[in-house]
Nanobody, 129 residues
Framework: QAQLTESGGGLVQAGGSLRLSCATSGRTSRTYAMGWFRQAPGKEREFVGVTRWSDGGRIYYADSVKGRFAIGRDNAENTVYLQMNSLQPEDTATYYC?????????????????????WGPGTQVTVSS
């Protein structure tokens, strides 16, 4: 597994922006995919977006964030970012960075939490109305 650490969460007003970062360490030489999930209080963990290394930079997003959120990565720094724009109160959640280092997730499993073997502790994002 890789060790993941998120940063950049906080409180923002509706319509505002935040940028989350995920730094990796440990087993990173064979990372197949990295991305983000989130979990709001009382709700199930939800897929946000992921990039799979074998897809030439293609990024897959949840419909709920498409057009507002963007994932970027810095291969040299082993860092993944989540730029969140036009934030709404329903985006309030704990955001988790995830990575798949043991096996390459198949396309149909990319939106499933079970496809990722490494998880960060999470960072809180709160959007006020």
């Amino acid at each position: 597994q890789a060790q993941l650490t998120e940063s950049g969460g906080g409180l923002v007003q509706a319509g505002g922006s935040l940028r989350l970062s995920c730094a990796t360490s440990g087993r990173t030489s064979r990372t197949y995919a990295m991305g983000w999930f989130r979990q709001a209080p009382g709700k199930e963990r939800e897929f946000v977006g992921v990039t799979r290394w074998s897809d030439g930079g293609r990024i897959y997003y949840a419909d709920s964030v498409k057009g507002r959120f963007a994932i970027g990565r810095d291969n040299a720094e082993n860092t993944v970012y989540l730029q969140m724009n036009s934030l709404q109160p329903e985006d309030t959640a704990t955001y988790y960075c995830v990575a798949a280092v043991s096996a390459r997730p198949i396309l149909s499993a990319l939106r499933s939490a079970s496809a990722y073997d490494s998880w960060g502790p999470g960072t809180q994002v709160t959007v006020s109305s």
